[in-house]
């Protein structure tokens, strides 16, 4: 059974930076792209960022050059490193990770900023 788990939320003022942690386990195999959502206080769903097991980035416009994903495709782990965070980045984040086209999301991680 796939098991995603998230760590490094909490709360941090505004300018400050958080670095999201996501480790897959429970295939044999290798997990495909993996990604960061986030949902809003306004319940908005929105995606952040995702990486492909090549290493290629998306990032939605609101983060681009604030947020950086990465990957270590040996630990089956996925990095969100959070720079100039505003309290717009306020949300639950989401972990998620394929494996054969199915997805598979964690339990989420809360990131408040607030001064």
């Known amino acids: 059974q796939v098991r995603v788990m998230e760590s490094g939320g909490g709360l941090v003022q505004p300018g400050g930076s958080l670095r999201l942690s996501c480790r897959a386990s429970g295939s044999r195999f290798s997990f495909g792209t993996m990604g960061w959502y986030r949902r809003t206080p306004g319940n908005q769903r929105e995606l952040v960022s995702s990486i492909t097991s090549s290493g290629s980035t998306t990032y939605a416009d609101s983060v681009k050059g604030r947020f950086t994903i990465s990957r270590d495709n040996a630990l089956n782990t996925v990095y969100l490193q959070m720079n100039s965070l505003k309290p717009e980045d306020t949300a639950i984040y989401y972990c998620?990770?394929?494996?054969?086209?199915?997805?598979?999301w964690g339990q989420g991680t809360q990131v408040t900023v607030s001064s």
């Open positions: 998620n990770v394929y494996l054969y086209s199915q997805p598979h």
